[in-house]
């Protein structure tokens, strides 16, 4: 069952998950909950616990022994708490929990936050008389706020030195703002799987008024469960003869796949029950088949290695005897996105995934930029939330 927080609710809802970006579940109290002392473990709660290495709920024995779990009870202070997990004999062994403490402090129909930090569970009931902001940011306090600022101080410090030359001050290349922008930050410029800065804090640069979506991550599908078992294979099947006249005899694939068929009848869709993204092809006779998939639990860690957080800093570009220099001069601030939110957007077509690579026809001389996830500007907040946005 899916528990629907009132405006009031939300509110309070929107001051935790601007600290806290982690996968969470409501759960809105019964007299059934508080008087027997039990909640049945939703799905997204078993989720939680067996992503978290808790427990997976299908190991345990219906009527076996219950496991325990530490947690913290925030409320106007932070008390310290346990969690039991269990099966009963009875009633087919339905998946069962409760937090003790609970029962002095809420009542029928208050609505709890659960979620996963630092190693324990963390119960937060949604109800004005126990919520406290001076609390949150107490127990989210952490590392990443120090180098939050240690980042934005090297920014100011960027900006206050005025125009810096780009890496390529003959050239517009799309990529020159960020590698730029990692030259003067130290930052060496690869392919990284884990974030930019100190592996805690994503970057990422584009100049002022540019129309680009933004990159989110690169990822291929996972081949060993695909129909189709190499990007060379994709390029090679759905692709088109290059028009760039450097690259005669190759065959291109530059396309965006969202959730319609697209000109090379490529979409995206989702498979909940088998926790997969398919990419589906359109054949002909109007029937789709599967291509290739990716697994939730490959995209969900990838996107959450990537943006724990994410500095989005936009660029003017000026041009100063006759090179190419950049001004950075606007940082915008998100915090990790929320994996679910994610899902739901390619659904929408809000996230796309991009084809960018070229192969000969003989399957040699392969080249790409990268197959990515992306997401307009505009949409950030679906899967990011609240954007702050600084002038340094």
Not at 20 to 41: F, G, H, P, Q, V
Not at 255 to 273: F, K, M, Y
Not at 278 to 288: C, I, V
Not at 366 to 385: L, M
């Amino acid at each position: 069952m899916v528990f629907i927080p009132n405006e009031h609710e939300e509110a309070m809802l929107a001051e935790i998950t601007k600290r806290s970006r982690a996968e969470y579940t409501l759960i809105r109290m019964t007299n059934t909950m508080i008087n027997k002392s039990i909640i049945d473990a939703s799905a997204s709660f078993r989720n939680i616990t067996r992503e978290n290495g808790i427990v997976d709920y299908k190991s345990l024995v219906p009527g076996g022994e219950k496991l325990y779990c530490e947690a913290l009870i925030i409320v106007n202070d932070v008390y310290e708490s346990k969690v039991s997990l269990y099966r009963p004999k009875t009633k087919n062994g339905d998946p069962r929990f409760w937090i003790y403490g609970l029962k002095n402090i809420l009542s029928t129909n208050d609505l709890v936050y659960i979620s996963f930090y630092k190693g324990r569970l963390v119960i937060i009931p949604l109800v004005h008389r126990y919520f406290s902001v001076s609390t949150l940011n107490k127990v989210y306090e952490s590392e990443s706020i120090r180098l939050r600022k240690e980042l934005f101080d090297q920014l100011i410090y960027l900006k206050n030195k005025g125009p810096v030359l780009s890496v390529s001050p003959f050239k517009r290349n799309p990529k020159d703002v960020g590698d730029t922008l990692e030259r003067e930050l130290g930052i060496a410029p690869n392919s990284k799987i884990l974030a930019d800065y100190k592996g805690k804090i994503e970057l990422k640069a584009k100049r002022d008024g540019s129309g680009t979506k933004d990159t989110l991550f690169s990822m291929v599908p996972n081949w060993d469960k695909s129909f189709i078992n190499s990007s060379n294979q994709m390029i090679l099947t759905y692709g088109y003869p290059s028009n760039d006249p450097k690259y005669r005899g190759y065959i291109d694939l530059y396309v965006t796949v969202h959730n319609r068929p697209n000109n090379q009848g490529l979409s995206l869709g989702i498979d909940e029950d088998n926790n997969l993204l398919h990419q589906w092809h359109l054949e002909p006779n109007g029937k789709a088949i599967s291509t290739c998939v990716w697994d939730f639990d490959d995209i969900n860690s990838r996107l959450n290695d990537k943006h724990p957080e994410t500095v989005w800093v936009v660029a003017q570009e000026t041009v100063h005897k006759g090179k190419i220099h950049f001004v950075f001069d606007r940082v915008e601030h998100t915090q990790k996105p929320i994996f679910s939110s994610f899902i739901v957007q390619i659904g929408k077509g809000i996230v796309t995934y991009d084809w960018r690579g070229r192969v000969r026809w003989d399957g040699t001389g392969y080249k790409d930029k990268g197959h990515c996830f992306r997401i307009s500007p505009k949409y950030r907040h679906t899967i990011f939330g609240e954007t702050n946005t600084l002038n340094i």
